[in-house]
């Protein structure tokens, strides 16, 4: 799925832990759809750091890009 969708950035951020409590670091990978019903659309997922690897993003965005374009499909 990932020849639907490009990657236009990637920052690392800090944000507010899950349990609330401290922060931790996330890679926040910003994409666009480039086939498909939705294209055009552009997104986010957030990745926490100490998982930040290709294949998580792959997995991500692709979850992200199956659901825009189940909906834009509508």
């Known amino acids: 799925m990932a020849d639907m969708w490009r990657v236009l ?4 951020q800090t944000e507010l832990s899950p349990t609330g409590q401290g922060f931790t670091p996330v ?8 086939q498909g019903p939705a294209k055009g659309t552009t997104g986010q997922v957030s990745i926490p750091a ?6 998580e993003v792959k997995k991500s965005i692709d979850a992200a890009v199956y659901h825009l374009d189940a909906v834009a499909g509508l």
């Open 27 to 34: 890679w926040q990978v910003r994409y666009e759809v480039t």
């Open 50 to 55: 100490s998982q930040y690897n290709a294949d």
């Open 9 to 12: 950035s990637q920052n690392l």
